[in-house]
Structure formats: structure tokens, C-alpha cells
């Protein structure tokens, strides 16, 4: 019950907004501790790869990045269901701030990728499918942005956005699979067979905090965008109107 | 009683479509219009035209339905049609489901016939041809809903067809998989079947679901 009741009461934009200002502070003050843990791991004491040499190392940007892709279009897609369903504008406002920042997630996955490939493969850019797949990613998320900005009222907006990220939820492991498959049938793995050795403990760490840096990176952004958007929405409502009084008195 | 509305609405695309040859006439002009292009732009020597025949067949039928999807719900919209259509007791999936099938009689049947009649000018060869009947008749319903869902978001919009295109760009993709690589198998005598069942269960997928999206799509907009 005590949970429940805290549920709705943050799921109010007003409250909502005090608590994202209450704990961004806490957020990004972790952020740069663990960035810079995993930054001194994975570019100091991780040991250089015996094939890649230090080139591996921007492994501790790209596959962040890869997995916040993912993560970020599920996180969507979650939220998309909790705002069709119950209504929530919470909801709503995580569903078109975590598009925009999942989009550049997405993008920085496929640059990373591609100055790793480079060197190692020799080319910026195959066809393979995991490449495939995170390219029409970024279109979905694309997709969704552009969908949203065509909608005068915000409001209609998110709904025909979270529609559209269900329907792109039920996609992407279809897409996925079926581009492994077109991938296998056409030319098989050439250049991306590199063998892969389960990766060594003291590389792994400094990954795994990464990824963490890079989870709290998505939470400030997220906040941040949605205490933006709340703000634009609820504009003329009396406790925004206080809020803003009470910042020019200050 | 039974329910008709599903047939219903099926007749009313035909007795419209009936009144003007455009509607019939334009994804086929355009599909041989787009098929056409490529020998002239490539070289028109036949083993390349042959390998590349199950891409440009399926491509051009991809676009040829993008093209007729713009303007699937927008007349409905103008006249109000679909208002009625939401304010029915009957089921709006249902109703929707109806337009979504006789548009896509309307378009299939004269595609069909051209794009055997292209298939053997690229080349393709003749025992190939039945796959690739086979493969656009299961696959382009998949092509005709998913796009509906789009159409329905967008119909209320001002710049719809550009966004219809960048919303359907990455859901197309399986179901051109699939197509394509179904006709190519059987081009170079290979079965084709895992490829069609493939596309078979993608078709009960979008069957059972995209109604739904569909309906749901355009009571948001119209609630705008």
C-alpha cells in the first residue's frame, strides 16, 4: 500500500519535478565518480589486447552505448504501454525524452563501431547484421522523433508515438533475426568472425562500470528533458506559476 | 446475425475504386515505372538483370504499395467517413480491416499479372515465377497493414507521405527479407520454403495485430 501511494504521488508532473530537482544533484556527483573509475580502468590498468593492441580500448564507449540503445527502446516501449493504458503523463514525457536520447545513443554506437572497424576490419562499414539491425534502430527512433514533431498537441502526440514504439517493440527482434538471416544466406560471416576470447576479468570491470556511467548518464539527461517538457506543458498551471515566482525572488 | 461490416466495407473500396481507373492504374504504372528504371540505369546484361531480378521485383512492389498507402484513409478523413466509422457499435478493427483488404484486392491482382510479365523480361527464370506470385500474395498484405497502421497515424498531417515513408522504412524490412530471398532461392533452384513460411507467420502476425494498432491509431487522430 505504502508503495503504491508514493507511486502516485511522484507520478504527478508537480511532484515529479520536485523529486527529479531533489536528486539530480546526488546523480551527477555519482556519475563523474564512476565515469572516472571506469575511464582510469579501461584506459590505464586494463591490459591492452594481444591482437588489438590499445585500439580495443574504445570497446568501454561502443558497447555502452550499444547496450543503452536497446535498453533505452525497451525503457520506451515500457513506458509507451504505462501511457496508453493508465494514462499517465509521466509516462508520456519519458516516452518522447528518452527518443531523443536514445537516438544519440544509437548514433554514437554506430560511429564508435565504425572508427573500430577501420583498423580491424579494414572498412568503415559492412553489412553485417548487428550493424544492420542498429541502423534501423536509429530509424525507428528517428521515426518516432519525426512522428511526434508532426503533432500540434503534445498530448495526441504521445499517444500516436507510443503506439508507433509498441508496434516498433514487436518489430525489432523481427527485424533482428530476419537480417541475421539475410546476412547468413547472402555471404556468410566474413569479416566479422574475428575470434572472440571470453573477455579477461580486469577488461570487464572497467566495461561494466562504464556501463553504469553510461546508465546514470541516461537517468540525469532523462530527467532533465522531462523536467523541460513537464515545464512546457504545464505551463499555466498555479504550481508552475509559484515556481517561477519564487525563482525571480530569490 | 452474422457480421457483414467486414464485407461491407470490402464492396465500398471496390464500387469507388470501380469509378476511377486511377486508383487501379497508378501502383501498377508506377511498379513498372520503378522496374523499368533499373536495366537502364545498370547495365542490361541478363546474368546480372537475373541475380538482381528478386530485388527489383520485390522493391517495386514494396514501393508501389507505399505509394497507394498516403492516400488509404485520407479522402475517409476529409469527408468524415471515418468519424462514422469510430462512432459504429460495430468493431473498428473490424470495419478498418475490411478497407484495409478491399484496397488490397484492388491493388493485387493487377500487380500480380505485371510482375509475372516483368519477371520473365528480367529474366527470372520460369519455374521461379509461381514463387514469386506466391510470395507477393502472402506478403504484400503484411506490406498493405503495417503500412495502414502508419497511414492511420498520419492521416490528420500535414506532410504525411514523407513521414509514412520514414515510419515504414524499418518495419518494411522483414517482410522484403524474406520476399526477396524467397523468390531468389528459387531462382537458383533451391527450396523456397522456409522463406514463405517465414513470411506466412509474419502475415498471421500483422493479420492478428495490426488491426488493433489500427484502430487504435486513428481514434488518436481524430481525437485531434
Keep these: 500500500m505504502m508503495i503504491t501511494h508514493y507511486l502516485h504521488k511522484i507520478a504527478s508532473p508537480a511532484a515529479f519535478y520536485l523529486f527529479c530537482g531533489r536528486c539530480l544533484p546526488w546523480l551527477i556527483a555519482l556519475f563523474f565518480i564512476v565515469l572516472a573509475l571506469g575511464l582510469y580502468g579501461g584506459l590505464v590498468t586494463a591490459p591492452a589486447d594481444y591482437q588489438q593492441g590499445d585500439a580495443f580500448r574504445i570497446i568501454y564507449v561502443h558497447v555502452p552505448a550499444a547496450w543503452m540503445s536497446l535498453f533505452i527502446y525497451l525503457v520506451m516501449a515500457i513506458n509507451a504501454a504505462v501511457a496508453l493504458i493508465w494514462r499517465i503523463k509521466i509516462s508520456e514525457v519519458i516516452v518522447v525524452s528518452s527518443a531523443y536520447i536514445g537516438a544519440s545513443f544509437t548514433f554514437l554506437a554506430l560511429v564508435t563501431g565504425s572508427l573500430w572497424g577501420k583498423p580491424m576490419w579494414g572498412t568503415w562499414w559492412t553489412w553485417d547484421a548487428r550493424l544492420t539491425s542498429e541502423l534501423v534502430l536509429l530509424f525507428l527512433y528517428f521515426s518516432i522523433i519525426a512522428l511526434y514533431n508532426a503533432y500540434e498537441d503534445k498530448r495526441v502526440a504521445s499517444k500516436a508515438i507510443s503506439i508507433l514504439a509498441l508496434v516498433g517493440v514487436i518489430n525489432i527482434p523481427i527485424i533482428h533475426y530476419s537480417v541475421v538471416w539475410w546476412n547468413t544466406l547472402h555471404q556468410g560471416a566474413t569479416v566479422t568472425k574475428l575470434d572472440k576470447p571470453s573477455i579477461h576479468i580486469d577488461m570487464l570491470i572497467p566495461l561494466l562500470e562504464m556501463a553504469f556511467a553510461f546508465n546514470l548518464y541516461y537517468l540525469i539527461s532523462l530527467m532533465q528533458r522531462a523536467r523541460n517538457e513537464i515545464l512546457k506543458r504545464e505551463f499555466n498551471s498555479l504550481w508552475v506559476k509559484k515556481l517561477c515566482q519564487e525563482s525571480s525572488n530569490e | ?224
Design chain 2, 1 to 224: 446475425m452474422a457480421d457483414f461490416s467486414f464485407f461491407i466495407l470490402m464492396q465500398r473500396e471496390f464500387k469507388i475504386a470501380s469509378r476511377s481507373v486511377q486508383q487501379f492504374l497508378l501502383p501498377i504504372s508506377f511498379f513498372s515505372l520503378v522496374v523499368l528504371l533499373f536495366p537502364l540505369g545498370l547495365n542490361p546484361s541478363p546474368q546480372l538483370l537475373q541475380t538482381i531480378a528478386p530485388g527489383i521485383l520485390w522493391v517495386a512492389a514494396l514501393l508501389a504499395i507505399l505509394l497507394s498507402l498516403d492516400n488509404l484513409f485520407r479522402e475517409d478523413y476529409e469527408d468524415g467517413f471515418l468519424e462514422l466509422l469510430v462512432l459504429s457499435p460495430r468493431p473498428l478493427a473490424l470495419l478498418l480491416a475490411g478497407k484495409v483488404a478491399g484496397q488490397w484486392l484492388i491493388i493485387i491482382l493487377p500487380l500480380l499479372l505485371i510482375a509475372s510479365l516483368f519477371g520473365i523480361f528480367l529474366g527470372l527464370p520460369n519455374h521461379s515465377l509461381g514463387t514469386l506470385l506466391i510470395s507477393l500474395l502472402i506478403g504484400t498484405p503484411c506490406l498493405m497493414l503495417i503500412g495502414a497502421i502508419a497511414a492511420a497515424l498520419t492521416v490528420g498531417l500535414q506532410q504525411s507521405s514523407v513521414l509514412i515513408t520514414l515510419l515504414l522504412l524499418p518495419l518494411y524490412l522483414p517482410v522484403l527479407i524474406f520476399g526477396s530471398s524467397a523468390v531468389q532461392h528459387a531462382s537458383t533452384g533451391l527450396s523456397s520454403n522456409p522463406q514463405l513460411y517465414m513470411l506466412s507467420s509474419l502475415l498471421i502476425l500483422t493479420l492478428t495485430l495490426a488491426p488493433l494498432a489500427m484502430s487504435a491509431a486513428i481514434k488518436i487522430s481524430l481525437s485531434q
